[in-house]
T-cell receptor, first 114, second 113 residues
Framework: ETGVTQSPTHLIKTRGQQVTLRCSSQ?????VSWYQQALGQGPQFIFQ???????GRGNFPPRFSGLQFPNYSSELNVNALELDDSALYLC?????????????FGAGTRLSVL | AQSVTQLGSHVSVSEGALVLLRCNYS??????LFWYVQYPNQGLQLLLK??????LVKGINGFEAEFKKSETSFHLTKPSAHMSDAAEYFC???????????FGTGTRLKVLA
């Protein structure tokens, strides 16, 4: 158990809808990263939040957005869902934004877009 | 830019046999390297990490990996496979001062009785 919790565990949406995924980071961690893992692929970096500010972003369109709250929990929002957004979304927390720090992953939210 | 290549999307070994999962990286500066394991319907669990200390890194569950700069490799090994080792394994690379991990496409390990 890493102490990183994600909700919900599963979600089914239809194309064009909006979705919000939630993540509670491990105690003492101020950095949260989000990854998308498509079936049969490795996780792809979406973005990272450090002390409530976006600290970096991967190659994802603006309809993927996020928030980090004062308690360092985080949300991932996806607007105008597309079929290709179907994936496992993983949240990872770490002590700081420097990548030498281990990222601890939650169990993920599996999103299905129909 | 960094990248990771995992050779062999599927590897099968007999129980008790040596496990060897291959990972090659590309980086212009010394990287940090990680191996993670993912069991079905679960998130990623860290097995071990290399952050420029000893080149032979020991991890959990009897796994170890050796950083070889000349070969740009970080292969994962375990002397004797156990049924519980069946899972998907991901190699990841990153650099100090950056903020993201770059993952390989994964290797699914099957352990045969």
């Amino acid at each position: 158990e890493t102490g990183v919790t994600q909700s919900p565990t599963h979600l089914i949406k239809t194309r064009g809808q909006q979705v919000t995924l939630r993540c509670s980071s491990q105690s003492g961690h101020n950095t949260v990263s989000w990854y998308q893992q498509a079936l049969g692929q490795g996780p792809q970096f979406i973005f990272q939040y450090y002390r409530e500010e976006e600290n970096g972003r991967g190659n994802f369109p603006p309809r993927f957005s996020g928030l980090q709250f004062p308690n360092y929990s985080s949300e991932l929002n996806v607007n105008a869902l597309e079929l290709d957004d179907s994936a496992l979304y993983l949240c990872a927390s770490s002590l700081t934004g420097d990548a030498k720090n281990i990222q601890y992953f939650g169990a993920g939210t599996r999103l299905s877009v129909l | 830019a960094q990248s990771v290549t995992q050779l062999g999307s599927h590897v099968s070994v007999s129980e008790g046999a040596l496990v060897l999962l291959r990972c090659n990286y590309s980086s212009s500066v010394p990287p940090y390297l990680f191996w993670y394991v993912q069991y079905p319907n679960q998130g990623l669990q860290l097995l071990l990490k290399y952050t420029s200390a000893a080149t032979l890194v020991k991890g959990i569950n009897g796994f170890e990996a050796e950083f070889k700069k000349s070969e740009t490799s970080f292969h994962l090994t375990k002397p004797s496979a156990h049924m519980s080792d069946a899972a998907e394994y991901f190699c990841a690379v990153t650099l100090s001062g950056t903020y993201k991990y770059i993952f390989g496409t994964g290797t699914r390990l099957k352990v045969l009785a």
